[in-house]
């Protein structure tokens, strides 16, 4: 069994976020199923959830890549229905944002044109552009919600 299926047997919600598992952590480089290096900006402390790096928790550790940026909000999301968009106005019109490619000639039309954008729209899991809303679910963790 490879790594990510091992992490997705682990962890059965990560199905829904299959399509955007990466294989190395963005900040460490550490593969799937292995430890954050200690200092990655990423890597969740292993005793209170809290950002490793920043912690003082005495016996916690880096934890383990699992492909996902913000696993635990993710995972609220996923619980709570907590998802959004990005959209640009051109003409007072809303155009959500749907794909990488988009949302890269957005900033550059809202950095050289002036365009104006608006960022976490609340909306439906199956909407345009719909992803994770990380800024809400962080609200519901921190409240222990």
Same mark, same amino acid.
């Given at each position: 069994?490879?790594?990510?299926?091992?992490?997705?047997?682990?962890?059965?919600?990560?199905?829904?976020?299959?399509?955007?598992?990466?294989?190395?952590?963005?900040?460490?480089?550490?593969?799937?199923?292995?430890?954050?290096?200690?200092?990655?900006?990423?890597?969740?402390?292993?005793? %209170?959830? @809290?950002?490793?790096?920043?912690?003082?928790?005495?016996?916690?550790?880096?934890?383990?890549?699992?492909?996902?940026?913000?696993?635990?909000?993710?995972?609220? %999301?996923?619980?709570?229905?907590?998802?959004?968009?990005?959209?640009?106005?051109?003409?007072?019109?809303?155009?959500?944002?749907?794909?990488?490619?988009?949302?890269?000639?957005?900033?550059?039309?809202? @950095?050289?044109?002036?365009?104006?954008?608006?960022?976490?729209?609340?909306?439906?899991?199956? @909407?345009?552009?719909?992803?994770? @809303?990380?800024?809400?679910?962080?609200?519901?963790?921190?409240?222990?919600?």
């Amino acid at each position: 069994m490879n790594p990510f299926e091992q992490v997705l047997q682990a962890h059965p919600w990560l199905k829904e976020f299959e399509s955007t598992l990466q294989p190395l952590c963005p900040d460490c480089k550490v593969k799937v199923g292995e430890k954050h290096d200690p200092g990655c900006d990423i890597a969740r402390c292993s005793v %209170c959830g @809290d950002q490793h790096m920043c912690c003082d928790c005495e016996d916690g550790q880096p934890d383990i890549w699992i492909g996902l940026m913000y696993p635990t909000e993710c995972k609220v %999301c996923l619980e709570k229905g907590l998802w959004c968009y990005t959209a640009i106005l051109v003409d007072g019109d809303e155009y959500p944002i749907t794909s990488p490619e988009m949302h890269h000639l957005a900033l550059r039309l809202r @950095d050289e044109k002036g365009f104006k954008m608006k960022f976490h729209i609340p909306c439906g899991r199956d @909407d345009p552009g719909a992803s994770p @809303d990380i800024n809400r679910a962080m609200i519901f963790t921190q409240r222990g919600i």
